[in-house]
């Protein structure tokens, strides 16, 4: 399923933001040293961030201004390197990131509280693919926490 048809179908449930301008996340991209998957830069001009009590889980995702500075001060980079960049969370300590280790970029998850390498949770999924899953009641706490 293509990001149009996965945001058409969350359309009702998500806590829309205004979506951001291509210009801010050209910048953001440039900052983290990365490209966004393009699924993801779609949806963040669709909805800047936002969030949503799907079923099973709750995805908060950030806004394109706050995604270098929350990675910043939960010192990600630090502990995990510039290959993983948080874009959101469960509404709690779960971080809901990028893992770039993986071409194209995949999703991953680990605790802001105990951010460790080995504690990361590769969910080996695309943006997309983990919105469908929020979406369709498949993706649960138990799939995103180690």
Do not use: V
Not at 15 to 37: M, N, V, W, Y
């Amino acid at each position: 399923m293509d990001i149009s048809k996965t945001i058409k179908a969350i359309t009702s449930k998500w806590q829309k933001q205004l979506g951001a301008p291509t210009l801010d996340i050209d910048s953001l991209e440039a900052s983290i040293h990365q490209r966004l998957p393009a699924d993801l830069r779609s949806f963040l001009q669709w909805s800047n961030g936002g969030n949503c009590k799907f079923k099973n889980i709750y995805i908060d995702l950030w806004p394109t201004g706050a995604i270098n500075k929350l990675n910043q001060e939960y010192q990600i980079a630090k502990y995990l390197g510039s290959k993983h960049i948080g874009i959101g969370t469960d509404g709690g300590s779960t971080c809901i990131a990028l893992d770039y280790t993986t071409t194209p970029p995949t999703i991953c998850t680990f605790d802001l509280g105990d951010i460790d390498t080995s504690k990361i949770n590769h969910l080996k999924l695309s943006f997309s693919e983990t919105i469908n899953m929020a979406n369709a009641g498949a993706l649960t706490d138990k799939n995103i926490y180690q």
